[in-house]
């Protein structure tokens, strides 16, 4: 079965950065689009980032435009989130998902356990 396993959450302080990264175990990895959702405490899952297989296009949600930046290592079957200028409300656990290129979470078909991104002000 599918598996994502994502990695680099944290406690940093607000203005740090992280990069998350996501290994993918998809033997159709270069051929799906791959997305980063976010799930603060208290609220639904909220999208965050998305890329298309190639890489090629990329779409944020407005929240962290120009500070967050999405990527893909298709050789490596991994997929990042270079997270600069953190902010308190970017505190979430971050999940990986991987079969859709899009902004709803019911779309994806796989899953990553998660990471936890805390910042504090």
């Known amino acids: 079965q599918v598996q994502l396993v994502e990695s680099g959450g944290g406690l940093v302080q607000a203005g740090s950065s992280l990069r998350l990264s996501c290994a993918a175990s998809?033997?159709?990895?270069?051929?799906?689009?791959m997305g980063w959702f976010r799930q603060a405490p208290g609220k639904e899952r909220e999208f965050v980032a998305t890329?298309?297989?190639?890489?090629?296009?990329?779409y944020y949600a407005d929240s962290v435009k120009g500070r967050f930046t999405i990527s893909r290592e298709n050789a490596k079957n991994t997929v990042y989130l270079q997270m600069n200028s953190l902010k308190p409300e970017d505190t979430a656990v971050y999940y990986c998902?991987?079969?859709?290129?899009?902004?709803?979470?019911?779309?994806?078909?796989?899953w990553g356990q998660g990471t936890q991104v805390t910042v504090s002000s």
């Open positions: 998809v033997r159709t990895f270069s051929s799906i689009g």
């Open positions: 998902a991987a079969g859709a290129y899009g902004t709803n979470w019911s779309r994806y078909n796989y």
């Open positions: 890329i298309t297989s190639s890489g090629l296009m990329t």
